[in-house]
């Protein structure tokens, strides 16, 4: 098209470009035929079921929910709170392992440098605390939330031993994270705590070596609970993860209004 | 007619024309309503009716419709005439996990799949429609068509138990996108305005650097294993370190469905299970509260008020002392 000099206007070759983009092969490979994406979206009941369809969100949504379980006041989100601040801290806990080391003489001082020197490193690591602090807080209060509501009443059983499941793998991921500034308070408390562990009648020793690598808290276990924090217990619970949300699907949805 | 995307409609309308004999130019631009029709010997592809049942289910009665801004479900009539033009190919282009949902449930409606119907009670219905679906259209093999080309295919077998089975109970649902999905993305905004806010607010604790030689007085655990500290300050560890945690903690909880077999939800129906969960968190929540404010020096007893606070936690951002 030509504007009124005889040549091509800008926004007309932007546009010619944008729908050549739009209509070539690759973005036709990407989208799915009836992606919105590629045909534009209007509101029709059929648009909107294929925004779901034609999406990789079809995985974790269905089309269609029951009413009622859109209702903030049924679930609270507290599910889905769960898995966003489980997001949030694998974002921001990426960001603090590009400036820590797992060792005695590093630790602490990568912590103090990200707490003083590093853009952003004080904001991060206190959103990264405080999102661990709320997810076990928020894990807890969905499994209060699913047990008041006798969600986990066939055919949810085996719903609720996963949840089980991911409220003690939540618990592990915050507890092996609380140990990595290798400070006092760090030290003192994981101490604390695994020695309960060391508790468990027959293999309780067992148990702490394994998690300590050692007898003690130590510079061994400083290292074993930084892999197990940021790759053994995430990849496990992602597991878990997938099979809770598979298994609300396929027990049908969220429980019924009570 | 509803805007079927192009390439499906192309490959219906390929198949159509090498069933026909007829050029592909012809059929699509007769399906696109451009052309004249196409002479064919014998009508195959079917325009199949709404049938009466599925109407009622798929549009909710009108008195449970309550919010406005909510529309009636994709229409029956689109659904299929979506499966008309995808079935001279393959289903499970226009329906991503049919196919899946076949394997699964055994004989099951290619149809169902726009509203994804998991539950149980569902499928009845689904198969009472396949049956609907199959039987209008024509049985006779058309003639004159050449070999190998067939325009009809079996959708599905119908077992008579399934048919028997119907049970038209109209469900109340809404679509995903935007009535669930704008609420999670709402509370995904709300979570991380708080986080920001509180890690602008609150800052971390970093105390002095590890030192094997120096236990802090008192050294506590974190807060969620304040309250087995607690236990384990009034019972022999043995007790409150392992039985209490292990066996009512994780064997415990995972064993309440089963323990708990009263079917019913209602909170009327279930007052000893939620006395007792009650009971549970108030529990925990009194232990952990006693660990967090009311356990000073070699973790004795202490008011916050007049000894101060030991937790450590929130101590870059409360000045307890
Ligand atoms: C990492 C932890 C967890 C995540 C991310 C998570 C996520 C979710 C989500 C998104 C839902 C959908 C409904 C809702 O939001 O309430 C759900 C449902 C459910 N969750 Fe969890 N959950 C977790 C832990 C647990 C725990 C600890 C339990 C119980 C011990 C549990 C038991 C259930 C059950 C039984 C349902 C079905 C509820 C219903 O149908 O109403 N989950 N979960």
């Known amino acids: ?258 | 007619m509803v805007d079927i995307p192009e390439s499906l409609l192309r490959r219906s309308a390929e198949a159509k024309a090498k069933a026909l004999g007829v050029p592909v130019e012809q059929v699509l631009a007769e399906m696109k309503g451009e052309g004249p029709a196409v002479e064919v010997p014998q009508a195959e592809i079917v325009e199949e009716a709404p049938f009466p049942d599925e109407q009622s289910r798929s549009e909710p009665p009108a008195e449970q419709v309550d919010d406005p801004v909510e529309e009636a479900p994709p229409s029956t009539e689109e659904v299929v005439e979506e499966v008309v033009a995808a079935s001279p190919s393959s289903d499970d282009e226009a329906f991503p996990s049919a196919a899946a949902e076949v394997e699964e449930r055994g004989p099951v409606a290619v149809e169902d799949k726009p509203e994804d119907s998991p539950t149980a009670e569902d499928h009845g219905t689904d198969n009472a429609k396949v049956a609907g679906l199959v039987s209008p259209r024509p049985s006779v093999p058309p003639t004159g068509l050449p070999d190998g080309v067939r325009t009809q295919r079996l959708l599905t077998v119908v077992k008579a138990r399934a048919i028997q089975d119907v049970k038209p109970e109209p469900q109340d649902k809404v679509n995903t996108w935007p009535h669930l999905m704008l609420v999670e993305f709402g509370a995904l905004l709300a979570i991380t305005a708080l986080l920001v806010i509180m890690a602008v607010v609150i800052h971390s604790p970093l105390l002095d650097p590890a030192n094997f030689n120096a236990t802090p007085n008192p050294s506590k655990a974190p807060w969620y294993f304040l309250g087995l500290q607690e236990l384990l300050s009034y019972f022999d560890p043995q007790i409150a370190g392992v039985t209490v945690p292990t066996i009512v903690g994780i064997i415990g909880f995972m064993m309440v469905p089963f323990v708990d077999r009263n079917p019913s939800t209602r909170p009327s129906d279930r007052k000893f299970a939620i006395l007792l969960y009650s009971i549970f968190i108030s529990g925990a929540a009194t232990l952990t509260i006693l660990g967090v404010l009311f356990r000073g020096r070699g973790f004795n007893f202490s008011y916050p008020w007049k000894d101060g606070i030991f937790f450590d936690d929130l101590k870059d951002w409360v000045d307890f002392e």
């Open chain 1, 1 to 258: 098209m030509a504007n009124r000099n005889g040549k091509t206007g800008l926004r007309d070759r932007i546009k010619e470009t944008n729908d050549k983009l739009w209509s070539s092969q690759v973005v036709g490979a990407i989208l799915r035929p009836g992606s919105p994406f590629k045909q534009g979206y209007s509101d029709s009941p059929r648009n909107r079921s294929y925004v779901v369809m034609n999406n990789v969100l079809y995985h974790l949504h269905p089309v269609k929910v029951k009413r009622h379980a859109v209702k903030l006041s049924y679930t609270l989100c507290l599910g889905g709170l769960s898995f966003f601040l489980f997001i949030h801290l694998t974002i921001t806990g990426i960001f603090l392992m590009f400036y820590y080391t797992p060792t005695a003489e590093l630790a602490y001082v990568n912590i103090q440098e990200l707490s003083t020197d590093i853009a952003f490193g004080s904001l991060v690591r206190n959103m990264h605390r405080w999102g661990a602090h709320l997810m076990v807080l928020s894990v807890f209060l969905h499994m209060s939330r699913v047990f008041y509501h006798g969600a986990y009443k066939p055919p949810r059983e085996f719903n609720w031993v996963i949840g089980v499941v991911l409220l003690f793998l939540t618990l592990l991921l915050s507890f092996s994270g609380y140990l990595l500034p290798w400070d006092q308070l760090a030290l003192w408390a994981v101490t604390v705590g695994t020695n309960m562990a060391g508790f468990v009648p027959v293999v309780g020793d067992q148990v702490k070596f394994v998690l300590l690598a050692d007898v003690e808290v130590s510079a061994a276990g400083l290292l074993r609970f930084y892999v197990l924090h940021v790759l053994f217990f995430p990849f496990i619970i992602v597991i878990f993860m997938s099979i809770h949300f598979w298994r609300v699907r396929k027990d049908g949805g969220i429980s019924g209004p009570l």
